[in-house]
């Protein structure tokens, strides 16, 4: 069945630093969905990449969709405390399925 | 307001019950999920259904069952079949399938067996 593997699984950072976190999937996805989860929280939308090769961008986050539809980033500039939390990215086909997770702590 | 609800929010059981979390959601959305999730780890799927009456297994449906008798509610039952039910258990929702939109989660229930 489909996996996604996420990486890294842990990240601190001191504010004002960039943070990547980097998902694979072993097979072709019709999309890649984004997600945070706050300390205690649930999971949260952030985007959807649909198109091979997409790119968007919300303020300070930058995701993309990799040509092959099997890979994807999500990218944060100049971090702040507010960006704490566990980055999941999702591969969707008929279900969907998360990485493990990305846990970003961010040092004022 | 429109929304998820998972009740409740902890849950208590002895071992060898089998206890059933509720999931219930007010947005008309077809397709509904329950994930699992261990601390420090990602979610994983235990089932899913895309229409009532209508349900497929995810990764982890091992000693787990669920029911889709109405559009609104989507009930999961942990049985005393699963050798380590304590975890942290997540609903979602979507407007049809998945593949076209995102996942609405509900606030999740905290169960430990003890």
């Known amino acids: 069945g489909q996996q996604v593997m996420q990486i890294p699984q842990y990240q601190h950072v001191q504010e004002g630093e960039d943070f990547t976190t980097y998902c694979n999937s072993s097979?072709?996805?019709?999309?890649i969905q984004w997600y945070k989860q706050r300390p205690g929280g649930h999971p949260v939308f952030l985007i959807q990449?649909?198109?091979?090769?997409e790119v968007k961008k919300q303020k300070r986050l930058t995701f993309q969709f990799g040509e092959a539809k099997k890979n994807s980033s999500l990218h944060i500039t100049a971090t702040q405390t507010t960006d704490v939390g566990t980055y999941f990215c999702a591969g969707v086909n008929n279900d969907m399925r998360f990485g493990a997770g990305t846990r970003l702590t961010v040092k004022p | 307001d429109g929304g998820i609800t998972q009740s409740p929010k902890y849950l208590f059981r002895k071992e060898g019950q089998n206890v059933t979390l509720s999931c219930e959601q007010n947005?008309?959305?077809?397709?509904m999920y329950w994930y699992r999730q261990d601390p420090g780890q990602g979610l994983r799927l235990i089932y899913y259904?895309?229409?009532?009456?209508?349900?497929q297994k995810g990764d982890i449906a091992e000693g787990y069952s669920v029911s889709r008798e109405k559009k609104e509610s989507f009930p999961l039952t942990v049985t005393s079949a699963q050798k380590n039910p304590t975890a942290f258990y997540l609903c979602?929702?979507?407007?049809?399938?998945?593949?076209?939109?995102?996942?609405?989660f509900g606030q999740g229930t905290r169960l430990t067996v003890v």
């Open positions: 947005l008309n959305h077809d397709a």
């Open positions: 990449l649909v198109k091979s090769g």
């Open positions: 259904s895309q229409i009532v009456n209508d349900f």
């Open positions: 097979t072709t996805l019709s999309n």
């Open positions: 979602a929702s979507s407007r049809r399938q998945i593949r076209d939109t995102e996942a609405f």
